[in-house]
C-alpha cells in the first residue's frame, strides 16, 4: 500500500546513515563536505484510510448461532456501508468512523418453541487511535473505542408486539469493538514496521548518481544522522519535517563503488524544529588535465610583441602546489623558455569562472638579456592569463542545478511523490588536491514528500 511505501523513502534517507564514512574506496581523494537536508514530509490520512479500509472487509462480524450466549436466540451480522473514514484530532490522534449496517434475528418464546423475527438498521461506530512514531522506525498505535451513534434503532416487529433490541444488539457490538480495536493495532503493527523497508531502499539506493553526463560527473551522499519533528495532526493529512546530516562527495570520471548492504537501519534522533529550507554542499572536481586541456584552447600558439619582436607560447599546462595553481607555459621566439605563473584560484560570479588572483610571475631562461626583457613580457602575459584564463563553471552549474531538480523532482514509487526546488546554486570554495582543482558548491534548495492519492 502506498502509506507503506512513503516510510519505504523515508528509510531510504534515514539508512544512508549506516555508511561507514571512514571506509569510503580510497581510488578518489577528493574531499567530504559536510552538510545537511530538510524535507517537510505530508501523509495524508486517505491513505491511512486507504490502508485500514483494506485490512478490514465489508462483512465486520458475524454470530449465526441462537445458542450460543446462554441460549440468547439471537443472529447478527455487522457490515460497513461506506469505507472508513478518518479525521486528525489534536493530540497525536486519530479519529476513526466506521459506518454499519446491521442485520439481527432473534426468537420469541418458551419450552424450546420460539417464532423469529429479523431486521435490518444502521449506526455509526467510532474510535480514538493514538500514534506513536518511535525512533527504531515502528509505529506504536494504541485504538479505544469511541461509542456509538444510531442512524436506524433495532426493533423486531411481531404485529402488535414491537420489541427494541438496541441493548442486545450493543452487548455484541461492545464485544467486536473491542476486538476491532485490536485488530487495527495489530495490523498497524505489522505494517509499520518500516525497519525492513529501511534496509530494503538503503540497499536499493546505495548507488550514487550521475548529476552531469557531459562531464561525467557523480554524487555520492552519506547521511550522518537523521533528525525527525514530531507528528503534527489536522483534519485530513499527518506533516512532519526530516533533517538529515550528511557527506557528500562528487566524483568525476569512473562512477564510484556503491555503499556495502546493510541488516539493520540506525535509529533517527527526535527534534522539535526543523527548517523548510536547506544548504547542500557538494563538490565538482576538475582534473588539472583538464585545466591544461582549457589553458591550451585560450593560449596556445598565442604571440606577444616585444621590442619589434615575437614570443610565441608553444605549450602549457595546468598544475597545484600547496594553495597555489601553477600555469607553466613553455615559449619561443625574442624568449625562449619556461614561464610560470602562479595565483590563488577563486570563484568569479560575474564571470562564472575559477580564476586566479595574486598572481606571481617567474621565468626560467638561460639566456642573460632575455632576463632584462622579461619586465615587459611579464606584463603582458600576467595581464592575458588575469583576463582571459579561467575554468567556466556556467554549464556545470547549470546542468547540476537540472540534474538535482530531475532527482528532486520524481514519483520514486507508485503514489509517492517528491517535488523540490534549487534556489541557488554556485561555487565558493577553492580547494587543489594532487590531481584536480576541487570547488564546493552551495546548493540552495527546498524539497517535499507527499504521499498521494489514488
Known sequence: MKFIKILFLLAFISTFGQTNVENQPVAYNFPKIKSNITMPVTIPLSEISNMINASVKELIYQDDSYTDNNNDQFKVKVWKTRPIRLVGGANQNILIEVPLKIWAEKGIGTLGVYTYQETTFETVMYFNTTLNFQNNWTIATSTKPNGFKWVTKPVLDYGRIQIPITSLVEKSLVEQQQKFCKTIDQQMATQLNFQQYAVM????????????????????????????????????????????????????????????????????????????????????????????????????????????????????????????????????????????????????????????????????????????????????????????????????????KKSIEEAFNKEYYKGLKMSGRVFNLKPTKIFLTSSAITAVIDTNASLKLTLAGI
Open 201 to 400: 531502499a538503503w540497499n536499493v539506493f546505495s548507488n550514487p548518481f550521475n548529476i552531469s553526463e557531459e562531464y561525467n560527473t557523480w554524487l555520492k551522499v552519506s547521511p550522518i544522522t537523521v533528525n525527525i519533528t514530531p507528528l503534527k495532526f489536522y483534519a485530513n493529512q499527518i506533516n512532519t519535517n526530516i533533517g538529515i546530516d550528511i557527506y557528500s562527495e562528487t566524483f568525476t570520471g569512473t562512477k564510484p563503488e556503491a555503499s556495502q548492504p546493510i541488516k539493520t537501519a540506525s535509529n533517527f534522533n527526535f527534534s522539535p524544529n526543523l527548517a523548510d529550507n536547506f544548504l547542500l554542499q557538494t563538490t565538482a572536481n576538475i582534473p588539472y588535465t583538464e585545466a591544461s586541456n582549457i589553458a591550451r584552447k585560450t593560449f596556445l600558439n598565442k604571440e606577444f610583441d616585444i621590442r619589434d619582436s615575437k614570443v610565441k607560447i608553444t605549450d602549457i599546462r595546468v598544475y597545484g602546489i600547496d594553495d597555489k595553481i601553477m600555469i607553466e607555459a613553455q615559449t619561443e621566439g625574442y624568449i625562449k623558455g619556461t614561464t610560470i605563473i602562479s595565483g590563488i584560484p577563486v570563484y568569479d560570479e560575474t564571470k562564472k569562472k575559477i580564476v586566479l588572483s595574486q598572481t606571481k610571475f617567474k621565468l626560467k631562461t638561460s639566456n642573460f638579456l632575455q632576463k632584462t626583457a622579461s619586465v615587459l613580457f611579464q606584463g603582458k602575459i600576467v595581464k592575458m592569463i588575469e583576463e582571459e584564463y579561467g575554468i567556466p563553471t556556467q554549464d556545470l552549474e547549470n546542468s547540476s
